[in-house]
């Protein structure tokens, strides 16, 4: 059994930054990816960032250059630095591990921009 647990999520104003973390546990196949996606209200779930088990990026045009995704393999954890938000940044974001053996979620944390 996989589990994510996600943190860091909040309330920034305008122009800040946060940092979201998410620390997989269980039966974890070495290779994989580990992402994070997004779900406003009445929006689609859309994908923000992935990184691979050996460090490549992937990034949605709309946060390349204001966010940065890491991953510290001894700690199955992945981390969103998240810098210059926007309101439109505001959603609720998912940890996501994809293996070949299994897709799995996280419970989700709010990220709300407003001043």
């Known amino acids: 059994q996989v589990q994510l647990v996600e943190s860091g999520g909040g309330l920034v104003q305008p122009g800040g930054s946060l940092r979201l973390s998410c620390a997989a546990s269980?039966?974890?196949?070495?290779?994989?990816?580990m992402g994070w996606y997004r779900q406003a209200p009445g929006k689609p779930r859309e994908l923000v960032a992935t990184?691979?088990?050996?460090?490549?990026?992937n990034y949605a045009d709309s946060v390349k250059g204001r966010f940065t995704i890491s991953r510290d393999n001894a700690k199955n954890t992945v981390y969103l630095q998240m810098n210059s938000l926007k309101p439109e940044d505001t959603a609720v974001y998912y940890c996501?591990?994809?293996?070949?053996?299994?897709?799995?979620w996280g419970q989700g944390t709010q990220v709300t921009v407003s001043s």
């Open positions: 996501n591990l994809l293996t070949i053996i299994g897709n799995y």
């Open positions: 269980g039966s974890i196949f070495s290779i994989n990816v």
């Open positions: 990184i691979t088990s050996g460090g490549s990026p």
